[in-house]
């Protein structure tokens, strides 16, 4: 039995402006787990790659320029619903119709700089972390928080 997983990425500007710890921890507090984390400026082919749902939109390449233009932190989260969760955790995509308390309600403007992406359902989390990650970079081990997290 395995909990769910999902990819989490702070985006370059969610690096630049030092909210690495701040979001990480809103992840780890709820109580899901890291399981793979690294930091990598993706090249613009792969922002492509990552983003390819959204080719045909009208801001498909200024997003993959933004999103390849620094050092970005991508990591797989899991826990039960994870994946619905993490959304909630980060907030609706225009920070701007993002609730107080969610990541880009509290941290972010608007929606070109929302500093944060998060697996959208049960298949692009799959996809996903797929692309950014092998099968040896994620780390299954228990946490001793567990039994007290799912009794
Ligand atoms: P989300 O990141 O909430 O899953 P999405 O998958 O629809 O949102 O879009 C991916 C990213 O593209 C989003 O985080 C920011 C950018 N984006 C979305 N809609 C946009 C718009 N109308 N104008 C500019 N950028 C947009
Ligand atoms: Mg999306």
Redesign the pocket.
Known sequence: FQLERTFIAIKPDGVQRGLISEIMSRFERKGFKLVAIKITVPSKDFAQKH?HD?KTRA?FDV?CDVFSSGPVIAMVWEGEGVIKYGRKLIGA?DPQKSEPGTIRGDLAVV??R?II?GS?GPETAKDEINLWFKPEELVNYSSNAEKWLYG
């Open positions: 983003y959204l801001f997003l995509t929606v070109g929302n992406h959208d």
